[in-house]
């Protein structure tokens, strides 16, 4: 199993930036690819970057040109630059690690860190 422990939520102003980090500790040799997702208030839980162990990211279209996902494979630590927020960024960040275990997939969850955008 891995844990997961994210930081760097807060509130900010509509325009600014955060960072989010994630350290992942555990079996991490069997991470085959980290990721945030995002639940807002009333909304369901979606996708916001990943980023493989070859370094092959993704995007949700609504962060794109806005956000980056980068990692630190001496730390096993992921994070998420996240600039020109809005006030629709405004969710609970999660972050996640896929790993291959045995052939078989599975996805750690973080406990989540709040991130709140005012306008």
């Known amino acids: 199993q891995v844990q997961l422990a994210e930081s760097g939520g807060g509130l900010v102003e509509a325009g600014g930036s955060l960072r989010l980090s994630c350290a992942a500790s555990?079996?991490?040799?069997?991470?085959?690819?980290m990721g945030w997702y995002r639940q807002g208030p009333g909304k369901q839980r979606e996708l916001v970057a990943t980023?493989?162990?070859?370094?092959?990211?993704n995007y949700a279209d609504s962060v794109k040109g806005r956000f980056t996902i980068s990692r630190d494979n001496a730390k096993n630590t992921v994070y998420l630059q996240m600039h020109t927020l809005k006030p629709e960024d405004t969710a609970v960040y999660y972050c996640?690690?896929?790993?291959?275990?045995?052939?078989?997939?599975?996805?750690?969850w973080g406990q989540g860190t709040q991130v709140t955008v005012s306008s």
């Open positions: 996640t690690a896929r790993r291959d275990v045995g052939g078989i997939l599975r996805v750690d």
């Open positions: 980023i493989t162990s070859s370094d092959s990211t």
């Open positions: 555990g079996s991490t040799f069997s991470i085959i690819a």
